[in-house]
């Protein structure tokens, strides 16, 4: 499976998802069921407070100032989430779809958002589970395993702000998705009977998330 583009190869795609969402043992750190079975509210689509806190499934710390200002921001993601069409996959979302995706983190380039320790990788833990198909997860192992001069620039700086980014990393999965479409197809095979289900982009998400582990 080429990824990034085509400019990194994973050879190991299937045993990573089986790894990552194989039978829960003790002491292991990855996040399936928990994370994305985990419910909230009886709305699939509206944000709550409790929604915050489900980062912390991914082993990131939600303190309180993180919370305080993640709650701050909740009315501002939430109408951004409303604008995203209903029922949309990254892998066939027009560039309209992916400029509203990463019109969701508009919020992170104002300095008083910055300051208090809030990220794009937090913004996305938050909102994934929302639209799972739609919306990626990252973090730095995926921001540096797409880093690369033909597919996504480094992250955020010298003027360039996080929609600007995240326009181009959108556009980097969605290239991935329809490149390895039939592949994903067949790794959906592994996902646990009975479990929450995993959409394409949540497993493109765990397969550069693994291989970037090891």
């Not at 003790?26 to 928990?34: M, Q």
């Not at 701050?72 to 996959?89: M, S, V």
């Not at 009975?194 to 550069?208: A, C, E, H, T």
Request: with cysteine; aromatic share 8%; charged share 25%.
């Amino acid at each position: 499976m080429k990824l990034a583009m085509g400019t990194r190869e994973v050879f190991d795609a299937e045993s990573l998802l089986e790894e990552y969402l194989g039978p829960r043992k003790r002491g292991l750190r990855y996040a399936y069921p928990y994370y994305d079975g985990l419910v909230t509210n009886g709305d699939p689509d509206l944000l709550c407070t409790g929604d915050l806190l489900a980062p912390c499934l991914l082993g990131v710390g939600v303190d309180i100032d993180r919370l305080h200002t993640l709650t701050a921001l909740l009315p501002l993601l939430q109408r951004a989430l409303d604008r995203l069409p209903p029922g949309i996959e990254l892998i066939e979302a027009d560039d309209v779809t992916l400029d509203l995706v990463a019109a969701l983190y508009d919020p992170l380039d104002d300095p008083d958002v910055f300051d208090r320790d809030v990220k794009g990788s937090l913004i996305a833990k938050v909102l994934h589970r929302k639209r799972p198909a739609l919306v990626p997860l990252f973090d730095s192992k995926v921001r540096i395993f797409y880093q690369h001069e033909n597919c996504v620039p480094a992250a955020p700086k010298d003027g360039r702000s996080w929609r600007q980014y995240m326009q181009l990393l959108v556009r980097a999965m969605q290239y991935d998705l329809r490149e390895n479409a039939e592949e994903f197809q067949r790794l959906a095979t592994l996902v646990p009977v009975g479990g929450p289900p995993v959409s394409s982009l949540r497993m493109l998400d765990i397969v550069v998330w693994m291989s970037s582990a090891v």
